[in-house]
């Protein structure tokens, strides 16, 4: 099942300096994208969302962008921080009616902030 | 904050026998759902339960597998006769009210079953 893919399984960024966490999806009837973020032995933390007919959502130091037409997403994260060192999972879900919430995970990516 | 609580947080059992996942979901969520993840791959939908009924189940939850919420507050999982490829991350995570939109799901910590 490869309808969500995050092709870099790392990133290493230094403290301060932007963090860019890149996903890609297949599925067109997906709606609702989410980003997670996940510290070994622990499960998944909600991050950031954006439905479909936004291209940015903004919250904090967190900035999801959807360019749809290209079915990429991106997680924008400004000022990195050590402790923001984790694995970021891309999720998406289609039209609440049919699929009702099911997420459809991408293999993650590790990334690692250097002080 | 409300958190959605798993337990055990480890479970080793023996090929063949039963287990119950335990997870207590947030106390307002309508919406409850299990994932999996085997280690080193993507973690995985299994099923999603809404107003006591499943609502959407994958092609790993076969019969060996059931979900039951036997009170107010509990959401279980149980395997009937676990199987080695059963050993995974099992994760419970429960959303609010969908209503033809989207809500995030919040995730427990998993449980950690190892089938021997």
């Known amino acids: 099942d490869q309808q969500v893919k995050q092709n870099s399984p790392s990133l290493s960024v230094q403290e301060g300096r932007i963090s860019i966490l890149n996903c890609d999806y297949t599925?067109?009837?997906?709606?609702?994208f989410l980003w997670y973020k996940k510290y070994p032995a622990e499960g998944p933390t909600f991050l950031i969302s954006?439905?479909?007919?936004?291209d940015k959502n903004e919250d904090g130091r967190f900035t999801v962008f959807l360019n749809k037409s290209a079915k990429h997403l991106s997680l924008h994260i400004v000022p990195s921080q050590p402790g923001d060192s984790a694995v970021y999972f891309c999720?998406?879900?289609?039209?609440?009616?049919?699929?009702?919430?099911?997420?459809?995970f991408g293999q993650g990516t590790i990334l690692t902030v250097h002080p | 904050e409300p958190e959605v609580t798993q337990t055990p947080s480890h479970q080793v059992t023996q090929m063949g026998q039963e287990v119950i996942l335990r997870c207590v979901p947030i106390s307002n969520h309508l919406y409850f759902y299990w994932y999996r993840q085997i280690l080193g791959q993507k973690v995985e939908f299994l099923v999603s339960?809404?107003?006591?009924?499943?609502?959407?189940k994958s092609e790993i939850f076969d019969d060996q597998f059931s979900v039951e919420r036997p009170d107010g507050s509990n959401f279980t999982l149980k395997i009937r006769s676990t199987k080695l490829e059963d050993s995974a991350m099992y994760f419970c995570?429960?959303?609010?009210?969908?209503?033809?939109?989207?809500?995030?799901?919040?995730f427990g910590p998993g449980t950690r079953l190892t089938v021997t």
């Open positions: 999720a998406a879900s289609g039209a609440g009616g049919t699929s009702y919430g099911k997420l459809t």
């Open positions: 995570a429960s959303s609010e009210w969908l209503a033809g939109g989207h809500y995030e799901q919040y």
């Open positions: 954006i439905s479909s007919i936004k």
């Open positions: 599925n067109s009837m997906f709606d609702y």
């Open positions: 339960f809404y107003n006591n009924e499943i609502s959407e």
